[in-house]
């Protein structure tokens, strides 16, 4: 069955590859939504391919201290794409094609857990295809953050889990615990489904509801729950550590609480939530087989197993603790929900679990068909849009594809290696630095405080060389007193120095 259903996921995954265009998506730098955070990510990577030292972890932007080391996350898949860049035989993005890959694996996981409770390998690869018609899901996975990569481990992880319950095995239950712990070390959110799991089983420990000799009745779940906190914790120490050092600032991990805004601010953004991101969380063929599942969790909830039913309750209560801590994190950054989709991958599982053992199943492929045609076309169009955007910006802080320089093309138009750009036009930390594969500052540093003792300061203290403007008009007489000379223009960019 498990062949059978390998061949079919992947069939259909090479399905979706073509719906979402990601044979356009893997040939583009940070692009289209969320560039900014992107740009983060693509600017650790392309260190790396320069240095592989991955204690290292550096970005483009040399912030207030003329210092580049900041790290926010387990810097593992950027290692990875700067060792494949090293090869010489990497494409030129080789963060895309890692997401990518993780994306099929943490369908493919999703799918053996589906399988393993219907045995149906058809149901199976639909489920699969299915959860990967979300938006978020299929937009974030081949590309440049760490959420969606994180999310596949947490698939990872389940499925470990279950393969633990299924064979009383205390080695897959570690297995388990070391996918929670990368997760959870790439993103912090993605503590929600293994909280939720532990939570759950610590209740029917307390409860006294395992039987003997079930492993959830052991020690085994302890020493794994122990073994990953263990490591989660040295892992944060360690990058707080790193962060204190390098006085690094940028990669923020404070919450933004509900509390902290007024009436008029919670429902501009529960506003914004809605008409954005309920759309791109899940395509509406996903929702609609959520609300099925859902609906046979509510008929049959007493039977339903205490380690599903707990795990349930658990995540819902940290989804929500979750969105009140980082609520204004979700007016516009909907890469922040990915964490969520735990809760429908539960509903999903134990609702095939109960239909399995309660209906006939013989149209269920056929209603999941419906809904994998109806979300592949949500998602075609949420995509789409996007892809629109990544080479027509909706504003001039943003940088289509082909603003980003091939390697040597500023060195060719007389710019050196070493020289240290001001990009005053960017708001972000990394992108148009990234793009000219710079370091340098940018107005993230400055805001609208650029003036004549800053630009002084940072000429003779960091030793800032050069000036690069998208838009000639902002060529004021400060930046002409400071950067007389014009290098040249080379693919819309326009390079002064002093």
């Known amino acids: 069955m498990a062949f059978r259903y390998s061949i079919g996921y992947t069939l259909l995954f090479g399905l979706l590859f073509m719906i979402s265009q990601y044979d356009v998506w893997l040939q583009l730098p940070p692009a289209s939504m969320h560039q900014w955070r992107q740009a983060d990510g693509a600017s650790i990577a392309w260190h790396y391919a320069q240095n592989l030292c991955i204690g290292e972890v550096q970005v483009n932007n040399l912030f207030y201290t003329g210092d580049n080391h900041a790290a926010g996350e387990l810097p593992l898949l950027y290692w990875l794409s700067g060792l494949m860049t090293r090869s010489g035989l990497a494409p030129d993005y080789p963060l895309r094609w890692i997401g990518l890959f993780l994306l099929f694996g943490g369908g493919w996981a999703f799918g053996w857990m589906v399988l393993t409770l219907t045995g149906l390998p058809l149901v199976a690869a639909l489920s699969a295809g299915l959860l990967l018609t979300s938006p978020v899901l299929s937009y974030y996975g081949p590309g440049f953050l760490p959420d969606a990569p994180a999310f596949c481990f947490v698939l990872i992880m389940a499925a470990c889990v279950l393969q633990a319950e299924r064979r009383q095995s205390g080695r897959w239950l570690g297995a388990g615990a070391f996918f929670a712990a990368l997760a959870i070390a790439l993103k912090l959110s993605m503590a929600l489904l293994p909280l939720a799991l532990a939570g759950a089983w610590a209740l029917g420990r307390y409860r006294g509801q395992w039987p003997a000799g079930s492993i959830w009745n052991g020690n085994s779940p302890l020493w794994a729950l122990a073994g990953g906190t263990g490591v989660i914790l040295v892992f944060f120490w360690r990058l707080a550590l790193y962060n204190s050092q390098h006085q690094a600032i940028y990669f923020l991990r404070s919450t933004r609480p509900v509390w902290n805004y007024d009436g008029a601010f919670i429902r501009e953004t529960l506003y914004a939530i809605g008409v954005a991101g309920v759309p791109a969380f899940a395509s509406v063929g996903l929702y609609l087989a959520g609300l099925a599942s859902l609906w046979l969790w509510i008929k049959h909830w007493k039977s339903t197993p205490v380690m599903a039913r707990n795990t349930l309750v658990f995540a819902a209560l940290g989804g929500l603790a979750y969105s009140l801590l980082w609520f204004r994190m979700l007016r516009e950054h909907d890469y922040y929900l990915i964490c969520l989709l735990a809760i429908p991958v539960i509903l999903l599982l134990n609702g095939y679990r109960l239909a ?99 630009l002084h300061k940072y000429q003779t203290r960091f030793g800032l060389t050069h000036l690069a403007l998208r838009d000639t008009a902002w060529y004021s007489p400060l930046y002409r007193q400071f950067f007389p000379v014009r290098d040249g223009e080379t693919q819309g960019w326009f390079v002064f120095s002093r």
């Open 356 to 454: 399995a053992s309660r209906h006939p199943l013989q149209g269920l492929p056929y209603a999941l068909g419906v809904c994998l045609l109806i979300g592949g076309w949500h998602n075609r169009y949420i995509l789409s849009e996007r892809l629109r955007l990544a080479f027509h910006p909706q504003n001039s802080l943003s940088l289509p594809p082909d603003a980003f320089l091939a390697p040597g093309r500023l060195e060719a138009a007389g710019v050196p290696e070493a020289a240290r750009v001001l990009c005053p036009q960017d708001p972000s930390p990394n992108i148009a630095l990234l793009a000219l594969q710079r370091h340098g500052w940018t107005a993230y540093n400055f805001g609208d405080r650029i003036n004549a003792d800053t």
